[in-house]
């Protein structure tokens, strides 16, 4: 059994099509792969749509080490939709803290509210109804819909992109995820989407392990930028402190904060502007409704 990506590239390319033997031949690889390669992480463990859900957002963006620890800290606080709901927004950036992009918990939050206040705490099965709700994009959508509900539908994430772009588009600069979508829905095990995609992933992981990093490839790759010492770790600090100190002052936190008085202050402003924050006489605290932070057509996917 060939696994030269070159031969799938010059075969694909050459029909604009998979033969069936191909097909079969693409996923005997990647299945052997992943059953050979088992790894156990705990949200594979359910077909409960919360946890999926919780899942999904924390690993965005964050590594699969981090979120194994976190996933659980954050279940044990809010064990049900229905606890997430109902919790104030401090708690929860507060059991979120160490994991980042804190506008990923917010989402979160008000996903769950929205499940319990129209849906009655019972997850929507179909993907349009998923995908309505806040900050839920197409892949997130998909990804809860075939994970817990056994949903056959094409989805394309970063270690997905990098299978198919190593194996059908081999020697390729600026792949589209246009030119990947038909190829992950021709593949799709229809029977067990659940498994094909955990196994796709874990290939995915393997390709960047091991070899020059075929998504890179990709007209959508981009570099994420470094955290350390960026403007995104400063608003991160501050609502740190004001999660650890409620009512703290603005000259309070330029006092904690090893940075430029200006930067702080420009920070501060701006995530009480982005309604992050509020103001009580002189010092800031968490805005527990942050309803007015979203909208539909802002997707973290």
């Known amino acids: 059994m060939t696994t030269d990506p070159e031969q799938f590239t010059e075969i694909y390319h050459r029909c604009n099509s998979l033969a069936p033997a191909v097909l079969q031949q693409f996923q005997n690889i990647i299945y052997a792969y992943h059953r050979a390669n088992p790894r156990p992480m705990p949200w594979r463990e359910t077909d409960d749509p919360y946890r999926i859900l919780v899942s999904e957002i924390m690993l965005q963006q964050t ?8 996933y ?4 044990e606080v809010f064990q049900s939709v229905h606890d997430l709901a109902a919790a104030p927004l401090s708690d929860v950036l507060h059991s979120w803290q160490g994991l980042g992009y804190n506008r990923r918990a917010i989402f979160l939050k008000r996903c769950a509210e929205e499940i319990v206040s129209c849906y009655g705490g019972q997850f929507p099965r179909s993907i349009a109804e998923l995908q309505s709700l806040p900050g839920i994009g197409p892949y997130t959508a998909r990804a809860v819909a075939a994970f817990a509900f056994g949903i056959a539908e094409p989805l394309i ?3 997905i992109r990098t299978v198919f772009i190593h194996f059908f588009f081999h020697g390729q600069e600026k792949v589209s995820d246009g030119e990947i979508m038909p190829l992950v829905a021709t593949t799709l095990d229809q029977g067990n989407p659940r498994e094909w995609y955990y196994a796709l ?12 990093n075929p998504g890179r490839r990709s007209r959508h790759h981009t570099q994420q930028s470094r955290f350390e010492g960026s403007n995104r770790q400063l608003r991160s600090r501050i609502l740190r402190e004001v999660l650890g100190h409620a009512g703290v002052t603005l000259k309070q936190l330029q006092a904690m904060l090893p940075v430029l008085p200006e930067a702080v202050a420009q920070n501060l402003a701006a995530l009480q502007r982005e309604g992050f924050l509020v103001k009580r006489q002189r010092g800031y605290r968490i805005a527990d409704d942050a309803s007015h932070l979203f909208s539909r057509q802002v997707q973290p996917d």
């Open 157 to 159: 994430e970063t270690n």
């Open 72 to 75: 659980a800290e954050f279940l």
């Open 201 to 212: 992933m874990d290939y995915g992981g393997m390709l960047k392990q091991t070899r020059p």
């Open 63 to 70: 590594q699969v080490e981090r979120v194994k620890f976190k």
